[in-house]
């Protein structure tokens, strides 16, 4: 049959201005979230992390926000610059995964200088 | 750079061949994890090890097999290898045992491909 690859959603943003990229995780038991970046042949690289008993936690240009109600995350890049062009992830663990984190199919980010 | 060493950067081989992937934990990690990334499945969690055992098990197959070693570095085997194998594998530390409370750390992967 026909190889499908990934349709990841695509974000495509003017430098300076800020960039919001969503996740819907999937389970409600879920007890922390991470964001990874991921540019072209590399692994992903930790950006920020947030707990289920927080809502927004803020870190150098990133603010993650925690919907638990909708089951959402949400990752606002400010001022985005092009070395943020990339494929986002958001990954989820909750305990009794195995330790093993759970990642969304991730969003490309491209910034336009 | 993250800490975590990953080699062969990239490795093409046949079907039905048998490869090892290798990866050095950041220093002071106790935790390795392997992930496979395909262009249909996303990142996949295959097995972590802790400090030399077998500590979670995810989607692996049977013909691939893993096992760190006193030094804490870790080797991924792959065998009898099938065209669906070819991915890019990544290696990840974490400190402890339960991810739940750590981020991982992940090495730049090695480029499998099987022709």
């Known amino acids: 049959g026909e190889s499908v690859g990934l349709h990841l959603p695509t974000l495509s943003v003017q430098e300076g201005d800020n960039s919001i990229i969503n996740c819907a995780y999937s389970?409600?038991?879920?007890?922390?979230f991470i964001w990874y970046k991921q540019e072209s042949g590399k692994g992903p690289q930790f950006i920020i992390d947030i707990r289920s008993n927080m809502d927004k936690r803020q870190g150098q240009r990133v603010t993650v926000l925690l919907n638990k109600t909708v089951k959402h995350l949400s990752l606002q890049i400010a001022a985005t610059q092009p070395g943020d062009s990339a494929v986002y992830f958001c990954?989820?663990?909750?305990?009794?995964?195995?330790?093993?984190?759970?990642f969304g199919t991730g969003t490309s980010l491209t910034v336009i200088p | 750079d993250s800490g975590v060493t990953q080699t062969p950067k990239h490795l093409i081989t046949a079907t039905g061949q048998r490869v090892t992937l290798r990866c050095s934990p950041r220093s002071g990690d106790l935790s390795v994890y392997w992930y496979q990334q395909s262009l249909d499945q996303g990142l996949q969690f295959l097995i972590q090890?802790?400090?030399?055992?077998?500590?979670a098990k995810g989607n692996i197959l049977e013909r691939f097999s893993a096992q760190q070693f006193p030094d804490l570095h870790s080797e991924l085997n792959l065998s009898s290898l099938e065209l669906g194998d070819s991915a890019l594998y990544f290696c990840a530390s974490s400190p402890g045992a339960y991810s739940t409370n750590e981020k991982l750390f992940f090495g730049s992967g090695t480029q499998l491909s099987v022709l």
């Open positions: 090890y802790y400090n030399g055992e077998e500590r």
């Open positions: 990954a989820e663990n909750w305990e009794g995964t195995g330790n093993q984190f759970y």
């Open positions: 389970n409600s038991a879920s007890d922390y």
